[in-house]
């Protein structure tokens, strides 16, 4: 089953959901170790690979929030209190907006610097929306790291949400999203 019903996730969500998850937690993991490796003449390329593959996030994002429009939420179980709906609605919408947030604060950073990520793998420039600015660039890499870190205690509580309902309250809300299976 390729599209979502009202009860679980489709194959193309579950994909998208866990493809997303991995470049994510991949991004702030990679990013932290190339801005914590020594100082070396190489750092452009390691980080040019991270500004290639958070185009791809950026990307993946956008076609996953247009699938999410032109396919149906499945909802949680019956019986779910409403303060879990809510903070389960308030918390991915977070997720959502926070990884935009900080993928295009990083692509405002690019185009701001005096060399910017722009060269996609080598292959084809992508368009840069800023233009060079020095004290700019310092602000939208100041808050590039300090989103990706917020991002990062979102995915935390994400996960310990995920492992609540599933040990806890003893649902298949984890199992849908890895399964399919509906609820
Ligand atoms: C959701 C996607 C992204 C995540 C989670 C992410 C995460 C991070 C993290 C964790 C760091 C290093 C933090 C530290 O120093 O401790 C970083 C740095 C950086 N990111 Fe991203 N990033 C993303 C997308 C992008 C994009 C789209 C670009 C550019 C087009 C980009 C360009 C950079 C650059 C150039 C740095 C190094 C900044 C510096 O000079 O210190 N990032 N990012
Ligand atoms: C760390 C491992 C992760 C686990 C165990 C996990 C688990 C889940 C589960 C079970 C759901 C389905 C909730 C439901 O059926 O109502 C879900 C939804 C969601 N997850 Fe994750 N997730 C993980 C990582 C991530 C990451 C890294 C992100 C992005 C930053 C993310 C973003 C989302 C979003 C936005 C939704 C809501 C889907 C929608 O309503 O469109 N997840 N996750």
Redesign the pocket.
């Known amino acids: 089953m390729f599209k979502n019903t009202a009860k679980t ?1 489709g194959g193309a ?1 579950r994909a998208l ?1 866990w493809i ?2 991995v470049l ?2 991949g991004m702030i993991g990679y990013g932290w170790w190339m801005n914590h490796i020594p100082q070396r003449p190489d750092r452009y390329f390691y980080r040019s690979i991270h500004a290639d593959i958070g185009y791809v996030v950026l990307l993946l994002l956008i076609l ?1 929030l247009a699938w ?1 429009l032109i396919n149906p ?2 909802a ?1 179980p019956v019986g779910t209190p409403f303060w879990e709906r809510w903070m ?1 609605r308030m918390l ?1 919408g977070s ?2 907006l926070v ?1 935009f947030v900080v993928a295009m604060l990083g692509w405002a950073h690019s185009g701001a610097t005096a060399r910017p990520y722009a060269s996609w793998f080598g292959l084809f420039n992508i368009p840069q929306f800023t233009s060079t600015d020095k004290a700019a660039a310092h602000a939208y890499e100041d808050n590039h790291i300090l989103g990706a870190y917020i ?1 990062l205690a ?2 935390v509580l ?2 310990l949400a ?2 609540y ?1 599933h040990f806890y309250r003893r649902d298949r ?2 199992h ?2 890895l399964t399919g299976e509906s609820v």
Do not use: E, F, G
């Open positions: 996730w969500a959901h997303l998850a994510i937690i996953r999410r939420t499945p949680l389960a991915q997720l959502y990884t991002l979102l995915i994400h996960l995920a492992l309902r809300v984890l849908r999203m």
